[in-house]
Nanobody, 125 residues
Framework: VQLQASGGGLVQAGGSLRLSCAASGGTFSDYAMGWFRQAPGKEREFVAA????????YYGASVKGRFTISRDNAKNTVYLQMNSLKPEDTATYYCAAEFISGPALSTTARNYDYWGQGTLVTVSS
């Protein structure tokens, strides 16, 4: 599975961005999808995940209520809508795919099987 993330850029604090991650080379609906981020000098952080099937979602505490993850299986794409952005949201954002059965999803990076190349989000104050 190949993942291609896009949609990053420079935005002012309080603004919004929507990230996209297009998948190819596999059966997209077989995978739970996640977004992680990594700021310079920091560890990779879980942002959000969405299950296959029933589309259950889960969010990291720092983004809950501001970010929304969604997926369109017909387009083999997962999205991350980011609202009320803060300077501390500045990071490279990565999408990831986990081959998993049922509606489970993971918040742990090592559980994911495939990763995109990352897209940079910069939030200015």
């Amino acid at each position: 599975v190949q993942l291609q993330a896009s949609g990053g850029g420079l935005v002012q604090a309080g603004g919004s961005l929507r990230l996209s991650c297009a998948a190819s080379g596999g059966t997209f609906s077989d995978y739970a999808m996640g977004w992680f981020r990594q700021a310079p000098g920091k560890e990779r952080e879980f942002v959000a995940a969405i299950s296959r099937g029933v589309f259950s979602t889960y969010y990291g505490a720092s983004v809950k209520g501001r970010f929304t993850i969604s997926r369109d299986n017909a387009k083999n794409t997962v999205y991350l809508q980011m609202n009320s952005l803060k300077p501390e949201d500045t990071a490279t954002y990565y999408c990831a795919a986990e081959f998993i059965s049922g509606p489970a999803l993971s918040t742990t990076a090592r559980n994911y099987d495939y990763w995109g190349q990352g897209t940079l989000v910069t939030v200015s104050s």
